[in-house]
């Protein structure tokens, strides 16, 4: 399957394809330069091209698709920043987390919280539809930028 | 402003081999994705249908771009992009497809998710 985003002028294929490119980098635990793997990053893709290029995909205009975005990103913060964890549709599930120093006893863990309190955070979960587009995508493998393995799904 | 509560309990930590006191945040409810569509249409008085449409088209670019490499910014939501897990090895013979053990898709949130963030009143419990 192909598919033509013509507002960005190129073809992407619809199975997706990772590259991984390993470079030598030294590794703190084992005190060697190793060869480590990081995804191949190609570009940002703007948020006025996915908007253009949802609109085109959903035949709606793109004011359309930008009020829908902007709804949907206030109702996901209102539940989100009270306590409420929220799946968007077809997208994923996301959820807040706290990182807290644990301790021994109950009436420590709150009267030093605000001194161990690390970090608030924003989790994400992907849906299990997108997760199936995930295991279904190859992968490529390259070393210092030259071709090596393909697998096809990442399992 | 958000109001959450973190709630401490106890449960064996095995760096310290012992029970101690961990803070997670409390869940209220899980919004579904049909409650949180009804609701962003009521508020901001757009069909239901336009919102559906909206949410599918997203997931498709997300597949498009983020499964072929490409980061995607979804405004005030924040960044998407793919993250993979790998083994490292000490030679380029050893490279190979099966080093990967995990793909997904992660999220960087943006600077309003995260200024909102840290505007969160925290309630503590135990």
Redesign the interface.
């Known amino acids: 399957m192909e ?1 033509t ?1 013509y507002s960005l002028g190129f073809t ?9 490119n ?1 470079k030598k980098c030294r ?1 703190a635990y084992s005190d ?1 330069e ?14 006025s091209s ?1 908007i253009s ?3 085109q ?2 035949s ?1 205009p793109e004011s ?2 930008e ?11 209102y ?20 990182r ?1 120093k ?5 009436e ?3 009267a030093n ?1 605000s001194k161990n ?1 690390r970090q ?3 989790g ?1 979960l ?2 299990p ?3 199936a ?2 295991a279904s ?1 190859a ?3 390259l ?2 930028g030259q071709e ?4 096809s799904g ?1 399992g | ?6 709630k ?1 309990t ?1 449960q064996y ?1 095995a760096m ?1 081999d ?1 029970d ?15 409650e ?2 009804s ?3 009521r ?2 008085h ?1 069909p239901e249908s ?28 924040g ?1 998407f ?4 897990k ?1 083994k ?5 013979e ?7 053990k ?6 960087k ?1 943006s600077a309003e ?1 995260k200024k ?3 505007a ?1 009143h ?1 309630e ?1 419990e ?1």
């Open positions: 598919f985003v992407i294929m619809g199975k997706g394809k990772i590259n991984i390993f590794v060697t190793m060869l480590v793997g990081r995804a191949v990053r190609y570009s940002t893709i703007p948020y996915i290029y949802a609109a995909a959903a709606v359309n698709i009020i829908s975005m902007e709804a949907l990103f206030d109702a996901l913060n539940f989100v920043m009270n306590g409420h964890s929220v799946q968007i549709p077809h997208l994923g599930t996301f959820y807040l987390k706290v807290v644990s301790t021994t006893t109950k420590e863990f709150v919280f309190l608030v955070s924003i994400f992907p849906d539809e997108l997760k587009m995930i995508t992968i490529n493998t070393t210092d090596g393995d393909v697998i990442a | 402003m958000g109001q959450i509560k973190v401490g106890k930590v310290f012992e101690r006191v961990i803070g997670h945040v409390e869940h209220y409810s899980a919004v579904k994705g049909d949180l569509v609701y962003a249409a508020s901001a757009i336009s919102l559906r449409a909206c949410t599918i088209a997203i997931r498709e670019a997300i597949s498009f771009f983020v499964l072929n490499g490409h980061h995607v910014d979804l405004g005030r939501f960044i992009g793919i993250r993979s790998q490292a090895v000490t030679n380029a050893q490279v190979n497809a099966d080093l990967v995990h793909l997904t898709v992660g999220f949130p998710i909102a963030i840290a969160i925290i503590v135990v």
